[in-house]
C-alpha cells in the first residue's frame, strides 16, 4: 500500500507539474486570432491567477472536508481554531517539513510554539502570503516574453537564495556553512548559463514572442531583472509560511486553502478595476478592465482555453499531490521528486518546443542541479542522523 502511495504520488507530482510547466510556456506566447488576421499575446496575468488560485482553493477545501477528524467543527478543519491537544497534528504537514502554494519544498527549522492562538495574526500572515504571490505572478509571466523556458526553470530552481535572503532580512535567522556554498553553486550555474547561450537562439525567441531583434539584445537583462524580482517575492512568501509554520498548528492543506483563498480576493477586486497601464501587473489598455480584456481576448482567440484550463486545473491538483506527498513520505522525498521534476521539465520544454541549449549553457544547469543536490544530500543525512538518535532514545526508555 505504501508502495503504491508513493508511486501515485510521484506520478501526480510529475504529471500536474508536466503539463502546468506545458501550459505556462504555451500561454507566454502569441495566439492566432479567430478571423486569422494577426497573433496576439495574452496580457491578463491577474486573471490567470485568479483562475488557478480559485481551483485551488476548491481542491484545498474539498480535500481538507473529505479527511477531515471526526467530529471537527468546521472552523477547526479550516485551522481557525486550536486542535483539542498539542499531539493532534491531523495530518500536519509539518511533521516532515513545510511546503509552498507554488509546488516547491521548504527546510525545517526549529518550533517556536506561540503562548496563545491569535485568529487575527494567523490571517493577516495569510494575507501577506497571498499579497507577495499576486505580486510575483505577473513578474514570472513577464519573464517569458524575454528568456528562454529553460531558463526561467533554471533560475526558479535557485528559490534558496532569496529564501535565504528573506529570512535573514525578514526574520534575522542564520543559516549553516552548507548552505552559503549552495548560493555560490547555484548562482555560479545560471550566470554560466546566462552568458554562455547562443545569440541566434535568442534572437529566435525574440522573434517567437513578437519582439524586434533591436530588443533581443536588452531581453536577458530585462528577463533576469523580472525574474528576480518573482524570485525575491517568492522568498518573502516562503519565510512568511516558515513563520506561520513555527508559530501557528496549522496544516499545509489549511495554509493552501487560506492563501488562495486571499489570492482570488485579491486578483478579482483588481481585474474589475479600470486600472490604467501598470508595466507587468496590467499590460492591457489603460482604462478596460483585466477582467474585461480577458474575456475578449478568449472570444476572438479560442485557442487559448485550453491551455488556460491545463494552466490552472493541473497547477491546483499539483499542489495537492505535494501536500499528500509531504504528508506520508516527508519533506526529502518530496525535495527528490521535485528536483528531478524540475530537470525533466527543462528537457521537456527544449523537445516540445525546440529550445537549443550550448554545451555551456548545459554545464551551468548541471552546476545548478549539482548544488541543489548537495543541499538534498546534507538533508538526508541530518534526516538520518535524527532517526538514529531518536531509536537511541526509544532504546534506553524500553530498557528502564
Same mark, same amino acid.
Given at each position: 500500500?505504501?508502495?503504491?502511495?508513493?508511486?501515485?504520488?510521484?506520478?501526480?507530482?510529475?504529471?500536474?507539474?508536466?503539463?502546468?510547466?506545458?501550459?505556462?510556456?504555451?500561454?507566454?506566447?502569441?495566439?492566432?486570432?479567430?478571423?486569422?488576421?494577426?497573433?496576439?499575446?495574452?496580457?491578463?496575468?491577474?486573471?490567470?491567477?485568479?483562475?488557478?488560485?480559485?481551483?485551488?482553493?476548491?481542491?484545498?477545501?474539498?480535500?481538507?472536508?473529505?479527511?477531515?477528524?471526526?467530529? @471537527?467543527? #468546521?472552523?477547526?478543519? !479550516?485551522?481557525?481554531?486550536?486542535?483539542? $491537544?498539542?499531539? *493532534?497534528?491531523? +495530518?500536519? =504537514?509539518?511533521?516532515?517539513?513545510?511546503?509552498?502554494?507554488?509546488?516547491?519544498?521548504?527546510?525545517?527549522?526549529?518550533?517556536?510554539?506561540?503562548?496563545?492562538?491569535?485568529?487575527? @495574526?494567523? #490571517?493577516?500572515?495569510? !494575507?501577506?502570503?497571498?499579497?507577495?504571490? $499576486?505580486?510575483? *505572478?505577473?513578474? +514570472?509571466? =513577464?519573464?517569458?516574453?524575454?528568456?528562454?523556458?529553460?531558463?526561467?526553470?533554471?533560475?526558479?530552481?535557485?528559490?534558496?537564495?532569496?529564501?535565504?535572503?528573506?529570512?535573514?532580512?525578514?526574520?534575522?535567522?542564520?543559516?549553516?556553512?552548507?548552505?552559503?556554498?549552495?548560493?555560490?553553486?547555484?548562482?555560479? +550555474?545560471?550566470?554560466?548559463?546566462?552568458?554562455?547561450?547562443?545569440?541566434?537562439?535568442?534572437?529566435?525567441?525574440?522573434?517567437?514572442?513578437?519582439?524586434?531583434?533591436?530588443?533581443?539584445?536588452?531581453?536577458?537583462?530585462?528577463?533576469?531583472?523580472?525574474?528576480?524580482?518573482?524570485?525575491?517575492?517568492?522568498?518573502?512568501?516562503?519565510?512568511?509560511?516558515?513563520?506561520?509554520?513555527?508559530?501557528?498548528?496549522?496544516?499545509?492543506?489549511?495554509?493552501?486553502?487560506?492563501?488562495?483563498?486571499?489570492?482570488?480576493?485579491?486578483?478579482?477586486?483588481?481585474?474589475?478595476?479600470?486600472?490604467?497601464?501598470?508595466?507587468?501587473?496590467?499590460?492591457?489598455?489603460?482604462?478596460?478592465?483585466?477582467?474585461?480584456?480577458?474575456?475578449?481576448?478568449?472570444?476572438?482567440?479560442?485557442?487559448?482555453?485550453?491551455?488556460?484550463?491545463?494552466?490552472?486545473?493541473?497547477?491546483?491538483?499539483?499542489?495537492?499531490?505535494?501536500?499528500?506527498?509531504?504528508?506520508?513520505?516527508?519533506?526529502?522525498?518530496?525535495?527528490?521528486?521535485?528536483?528531478?521534476?524540475?530537470?525533466?521539465?527543462?528537457?521537456?520544454?527544449?523537445?516540445?518546443?525546440?529550445?537549443?541549449?550550448?554545451?555551456?549553457?548545459?554545464?551551468?544547469?548541471?552546476?545548478?542541479?549539482?548544488?541543489?543536490?548537495?543541499?538534498?544530500?546534507?538533508?538526508?543525512?541530518?534526516?538520518?542522523?535524527?532517526?538514529?538518535?531518536?531509536?537511541?532514545?526509544?532504546?534506553?526508555?524500553?530498557?528502564?
Amino acid at each position: 500500500m505504501t508502495f503504491v502511495r508513493l508511486v501515485t504520488c510521484v506520478g501526480g507530482v510529475y504529471s500536474m507539474f508536466l503539463l502546468w510547466a506545458i501550459a505556462q510556456e504555451r500561454l507566454s506566447v502569441p495566439f492566432k486570432s479567430i478571423d486569422g488576421s494577426g497573433s496576439d499575446k495574452f496580457k491578463s496575468p491577474l486573471f490567470m491567477g485568479t483562475c488557478q488560485s480559485a481551483l485551488s482553493a476548491l481542491s484545498a477545501f474539498l480535500y481538507i472536508f473529505l479527511r477531515r477528524r471526526s467530529g @471537527a467543527s #468546521l472552523y477547526e478543519s !479550516l485551522g481557525l481554531e486550536p486542535p483539542p $491537544t498539542p499531539s *493532534a497534528t491531523n +495530518g500536519s =504537514a509539518t511533521t516532515n517539513g513545510h511546503a509552498t502554494t507554488n509546488g516547491h519544498a521548504k527546510h525545517d527549522h526549529p518550533h517556536k510554539p506561540s503562548t496563545r492562538f491569535s485568529k487575527r @495574526a494567523l #490571517l493577516v500572515r495569510y !494575507l501577506q502570503c497571498s499579497v507577495f504571490i $499576486t505580486s510575483a *505572478a505577473p513578474f +514570472g509571466f =513577464a519573464a517569458l516574453s524575454y528568456i528562454s523556458y529553460p531558463a526561467m526553470v533554471l533560475g526558479k530552481s535557485c528559490k534558496l537564495v532569496p529564501v535565504m535572503i528573506m529570512n535573514v532580512l525578514l526574520y534575522r535567522r542564520r543559516f549553516a556553512l552548507h548552505k552559503y556554498v549552495v548560493v555560490a553553486m547555484v548562482t555560479t +550555474g545560471i550566470t554560466i548559463f546566462m552568458y554562455l547561450g547562443d545569440p541566434k537562439a535568442a534572437a529566435k525567441h525574440a522573434a517567437k514572442q513578437g519582439t524586434t531583434q533591436n530588443t533581443s539584445q536588452y531581453a536577458s537583462v530585462i528577463g533576469i531583472t523580472y525574474l528576480l524580482i518573482n524570485l525575491l517575492l517568492d522568498g518573502a512568501t516562503n519565510s512568511t509560511q516558515d513563520e506561520i509554520f513555527s508559530r501557528h498548528r496549522v496544516t499545509g492543506q489549511q495554509m493552501m486553502f487560506w492563501i488562495n483563498v486571499f489570492c482570488t480576493l485579491i486578483t478579482s477586486v483588481l481585474a474589475v478595476l479600470p486600472l490604467p497601464y501598470i508595466p507587468v501587473i496590467h499590460p492591457g489598455a489603460p482604462g478596460q478592465t483585466e477582467l474585461g480584456g480577458a474575456l475578449a481576448f478568449i472570444r476572438s482567440h479560442p485557442d487559448i482555453i485550453v491551455p488556460l484550463a491545463q494552466f490552472a486545473f493541473t497547477g491546483a491538483l499539483g499542489q495537492l499531490f505535494i501536500f499528500e506527498t509531504l504528508q506520508h513520505f516527508g519533506s526529502l522525498t518530496l525535495v527528490t521528486i521535485t528536483l528531478t521534476r524540475k530537470l525533466f521539465t527543462m528537457l521537456l520544454s527544449v523537445v516540445i518546443y525546440g529550445h537549443q541549449l550550448t554545451s555551456g549553457q548545459w554545464l551551468g544547469a548541471a552546476v545548478v542541479f549539482a548544488g541543489i543536490s548537495v543541499e538534498a544530500w546534507v538533508k538526508r543525512k541530518d534526516v538520518h542522523a535524527k532517526r538514529v538518535i531518536q531509536e537511541k532514545e526509544k532504546a534506553k526508555i524500553k530498557s528502564l
